[in-house]
Each structure stands twice: as C-alpha cells, then as structure tokens.
DNA sequence: TCTGGGGTCCTAGGACCC
DNA sequence: TCTGGGGTCCTAGGACCC
C-alpha cells in the first residue's frame, strides 16, 4: 500500500503556527513579488478567493474582510517542511518527498497492522509535534492514495486518514472524483474528456485500455491502471535534480544591462549552490531574458541562449562567467525587462569525473574555494561571502512588503532578507 | 501601476546514418 | 501508377505536477 501525506493549507498554517492570533482567521500567501494567492488558510476559501489570483482584484475583498495578507517566505516554509518529513519518515520503512508539502509513504510489511490507526496516529504525531495539519490518503497505489487524500482532507469524521482498500470503496470514490481532479489529468485532458462524456475518474476507468492508450498517450494509460487498482507508478527514489533553474521577476522594471547583469550573476550563483548541494556539474547553461508579457501594449522582447561548457562545471565564478556572456549575447536596448533566469541541466555526478586532458583551469584550487565560501556562508548566513559580480545594489530584488519573520531560522536569515549589510567581497 | 517559481516526462518531426 | 528498411539523435512543443 501507499500512503500520501499531505500538509493541509501549507503556507497559511506555516504562518500560524508561531503566530496563532490568525487562527479561525482568514489568511493568504503571496507569490514572489507580492503578485498572486498562492495558498489559502480555509477561512480564506470560504470568502471565495481563488487560488493564483493576482492579488490586486482582490483588494476590496480583502479590506472588507479583515484577511490577513503575507509575501511568502521560503526560509520559514522550507524549514516546517524539514520538520514535517523528519516526523513522517519514523513511521514507514521508505518515504518519497513530493513536493514541499506532501510525501507518499510505502506501507509494505504493515499487514498485521491495523491501517487506519496506524495512519490516525501518524496524522496526529505530525500534526502535535510540527504543529501543522496533514491528512493521509492509503490505498493500493500512488494515484488512488491521491484521491484517498483528498477525501481525507474533506471529510472531518476520518480524522485525517482515509483508506482505500477494497473494490467497493474504490468505484464509490471514483464516482465522487471529477476526472479533472485526478493526478495525471490536468486541464487539457479534462477539457478533452468531458467533449467524450467522460466526467467522473469512474467513467474514465470504463473506457478501454487502447482508447485511452490513443487519446493520452503512455502517461493517461498509466494513470487508467493506477486508478483499477494496478500500481504502475514507483516509489521515485531519485535525489538529485535533472535540471536545475532560478529566475525572478524584478522588483521594477530593468531597461539597463548592468542591474540585469547582477541579477544573472546572482541567479547562477545560486544554482551553482544547488549544484554543489546536491553534489552534481552541469554541462549546459542558458540564460533567458523578457519583458512582461501582460503588458500587451509595450514591445515584446524574448530570448534565449543556450551554452555548452567545455567540462561540466559547480563552480560559482565559472558559471556566472557564462551567464554573463550568454546574458550579453541576448541584451538588447530599448526594453523594460521584467524576469531573467538561468537553468543549469545535463547534470553529471561530482565523480567519478571526466577530465579534459587540456583543461587549463585549475579546478582542484577553486573547488577548495567554493568549499570554503559555503562553509562561510553557513555559519555566517547567506551571501555573507560571494562574488563581485553579484553586486550590492539589489536593484532587481523581489517585492515582499508583507514578510514575516523567519521564526524557526537563525537571526541572521531574517536580516539577509531585510537588510543586506556587511557583505565581503572575494 | 499591479499577474510566481521550479520541476518532470513524452511525442512528433527532421536530420542523419548504414 | 507503384522508388527499401531499419536505426539514432536532437529539438521544440505540449502535457502534467507542486
């Protein structure tokens, strides 16, 4: 069996739990840059704001309502996530980590066990312990602990757990799911299976395997057998990333190349991080570069360039040397630039490494660098040491007016966030 | 004025190989 | 009327997830 644990309302309860005035009281997250709601306490739902709305429509609604509006905050977020897995991952023998919020748990080896109770007291530990909600859906596989999950979460008298575990319980759950609900299917397929009747996830099972296999392809195939009860999707038990990207959108509008320099500068050196992190090189760099599309009246500008590096490289000073250049080759004058990236892939393991016979730079002197600046900058806090091309002015940096503090977290992560002081140079 | 950020997988078509 | 058969690799685009 597979178990799915799930946060309920992640980022408003993360907001709660070390400020618990807000409870009963209605509470959004923003986006980066203040722009949408991207998480929702009940309270909040219950007044109708919808998930991903550009927070400037809902201004009245907000007003009238007393709603209690914050930027998001990752430092706080990531760590109550830290703390949530870390509770879960005592219960089950293996534990995949989904996404921020969720974690699908194999439940092999638990039939003598009473599942429910079981996962009752899985909730309740998590929940005691961490102080955020969680609701858990078990069933035989991945998607259909999905749909358990969801049932968990909106029925009160389950206490958090509900189980999928026979046939009758299966066909009475998929009756009340609507295709669009399901894991797998997302607003394209759903819009294409309700021009073929197909309206609940029940229906969806009652169409034919090849029909299926034609019109959604392998993936819409495996998702029609995990919802019969065939498990198809694994546990993922990948830890290193594929690709790996940061972009923002400005603060303001960037028409010069210099501020949009510091800000590629700035995005390369935190995948080169991640890189190093996960213990991973990248072979290739891009770097990409728009205006805001929303702004229909104002010339479009968008572009990309796409580098391979000579030997896969983590190093910050190497890649945001690339990102530079490639940043340079795709500039153009006479725009109001509003979000850039860089997106490190072909991810290569840090060794065995292949080396370059003609390799010029010394690789062993700057990875000792790198070494040292991350130790630095964990014990110091963020960026209390990087590179110059970063900069100091932050032109670019993110609108969050309505950041709270980082509660959980070192003193030093609250004031990298709100003021950027004693900055060394290397 | 104001609209997020970070991922994964699959497929079709083109270019190329023998 | 009727122009082979079998591959690989790459890319762009589309779908999905949180």
Same mark, same amino acid.
């Given at each position: ?44 739902k219950a007044l109708g704001i919808p ?77 005691r312990n961490t102080g955020i909600p ?5 069933? *035989? ?151 805001? *599309?929303?702004?229909? #009246? ?22 945001? #040397? ?105």
């Amino acid at each position: 069996m597979f178990g799915l644990i799930d946060c309920n309302n992640f980022y408003a309860s993360c907001e709660r739990v070390f400020n618990p005035s807000l409870n009963g009281k209605p509470v959004v997250v923003l986006s980066n840059n203040d722009g949408c709601v991207i998480a929702r306490s009940s309270e909040a739902k219950a007044l109708g704001i919808p998930m991903g709305e550009p927070v400037y429509k809902l201004k009245e609604l907000i007003e009238t309502n007393e709603v209690y509006v914050f930027s998001s905050n990752y430092v706080l977020y990531g760590d109550m996530s830290h703390r949530v897995m870390t509770t879960i991952a005592s219960f089950a023998p293996d534990m995949e980590i989904y996404s921020i919020d969720e974690a699908f748990l194999l439940l092999d080896g638990f039939e003598n066990k009473n599942l429910k109770i079981y996962g009752q007291e899985i909730v309740r530990t998590t929940t005691r312990n961490t102080g955020i909600p969680v609701s858990l859906g078990i069933a *035989p596989t991945k998607t259909l602990a999905k749909v358990a999950n969801k049932f968990a979460k909106k029925y009160k008298n389950y206490k958090g757990v509900c189980i999928i575990d026979t046939d009758e319980k299966r066909e009475k759950a998929l009756k009340l799911t609507d295709v669009g609900d399901v894991w797998g299917v997302g607003r394209q397929y759903s819009k294409k299976l309700q021009y073929y009747s197909i309206h609940t996830a029940w229906d969806f099972t009652q169409r034919s395997k090849s029909w299926v296999r034609h019109t959604m392809g392998v993936v819409g195939e495996r998702t029609w057998m995990e919802l019969r009860g065939i498990p198809c999707i694994e546990m993922d038990r990948s830890t290193s990333k594929k690709s790996i990207c940061t972009s923002r959108s400005f603060g303001e509008r960037l028409t010069e190349l210099g501020p949009i320099s510091e800000a590629v500068a700035n995005f390369a050196a935190s995948c080169a991080e991640k890189l190093r992190k996960q213990h991973s090189l990248a072979s290739v760099i891009m770097v990409f570069l728009h205006t805001n *599309p929303h702004a229909t #009246n104002l010339p479009q500008y968008n572009n990309q360039t796409v580098m391979q590096l000579p030997i896969p490289t983590n190093d910050t000073t190497e890649l945001i #040397n690339y990102a530079i250049r490639g940043l340079k080759a795709i500039f153009a004058e006479g725009y109001r630039f509003k979000k850039a990236g860089v997106i490190v892939s072909e991810i290569v393991p840090e060794r065995p490494m292949q080396t370059d016979l003609f390799d010029v730079r010394n690789r062993a002197k700057f990875s000792k660098i790198m070494l040292v600046m991350d130790s630095l900058n964990e014990s110091y806090g963020k960026q209390k040491v990087k590179i110059a091309a970063q900069g100091f002015d932050r032109k670019w940096k993110l609108k969050n007016e309505k950041l709270s503090p980082c509660y959980s977290t070192k003193l030093d992560d609250v004031l990298e966030v709100k003021v950027e002081e004693k900055t060394t140079v290397v």
